[in-house]
């Protein structure tokens, strides 16, 4: 079965860290852009991280931009998420997404696959 499965969500403090991982099943992620996404309540889902299939690009937005990063395990077929001094306005749910394109894309509409979420919350 072809799909995105993210884990490594939870409850962690202000300040706090933690690792997000998407495996890709049924499918190899090579040459696949990546783009990671979260939607905290009552807000629109917004992308936070994203990396090109195989141009090594990767761009983030200023709202986390030194407190992210992303990265791929190619022999393990999964792309992490690591977020650093997390913000209580960092809570909601993270997915990731794929397509198969070799250059960073940045469009929501533009991914194909889509990871069902995982929940991260940051409080005290």
């Known amino acids: 079965q072809v799909q995105l499965v993210e884990s490594g969500g939870g409850l962690v403090q202000p300040g706090g860290s933690l690792t997000l991982a998407c495996e890709a099943h049924g499918f190899s992620l090579a040459h696949y852009a990546i783009g990671w996404f979260r939607q905290a309540p009552g807000k629109e889902r917004e992308g936070v991280a994203f990396?090109?299939?195989?141009?090594?690009?990767?761009y983030y937005p200023d709202s986390v931009k030194d407190r992210l990063v992303i990265y791929r395990d190619r022999p393990k077929n999964t792309v992490y998420l690591q977020m650093n001094s997390l913000r209580v306005e960092d809570t909601g749910t993270y997915y990731c997404?794929?397509?198969?394109?070799?250059?960073?894309?940045?469009?929501?509409?533009?991914?194909?696959?889509w990871g069902q979420g995982t929940q991260v919350t940051v409080a005290s």
């Open positions: 997404a794929a397509t198969f394109r070799g250059v960073l894309i940045r469009d929501e509409g533009a991914f194909d696959r």
């Open positions: 990396m090109g299939g195989s141009d090594g690009s990767i």
